[in-house]
């Protein structure tokens, strides 16, 4: 029997930072390093030459967070998409507003990357020794 639980708690740590989706907004909650981690995930999307193709996608953590190949940039509440080259650009813009964070501070991706979007993105800069999955209530039920 799996325990649903412990496999989770393991990917979000693995994972290093923790998301969710409410209300039109894509909330990631991290350390400054445990968000570096989705800089890093976002570099090596872009450097996999079989997601360069349309419709193309992969999912992350424990809630499947769809990052996928499209013909724009664009944040929806079901996806982070874009062209391989759009996608280097966000991972660029987090990048840079990351280096400029401070612990408790916070900042928003929104039409510097897609003027399309339906939702837009947020990120919680947390201590050092922040535990991603303590932020998940499923975990705790």
Not at 25 to 38: A, E, P, R, V
Not at 100 to 127: C, H, P, Q, R
């Amino acid at each position: 029997m799996i325990d649903w639980n412990r496999q989770n708690t393991e990917e979000w740590r693995e994972l290093g930072f923790y998301y969710h989706e409410v209300g039109g907004q894509w909330q990631f909650y991290g350390s400054k390093s445990g968000l570096h981690n989705f800089v890093s995930l976002l570099d090596d999307y872009t450097k996999n030459e079989d997601l360069d193709g349309i419709s193309e996608h992969e999912h992350y953590g424990p809630y499947m967070m769809k990052i996928m190949t499209w013909d724009k940039a664009i944040i929806t509440d079901e996806y982070i998409a874009g062209t391989i080259s759009d996608l280097k650009t966000l991972k660029d813009i987090i990048a840079y507003k990351l280096n400029l964070s401070v612990v408790g501070g916070n900042f928003n991706i929104d039409t510097e990357y897609g003027i399309d979007n339906t939702a837009t993105a947020k990120f919680f800069i947390m201590a050092d020794d922040f535990d991603p999955p303590s932020m998940d209530e499923n975990l705790f039920k």
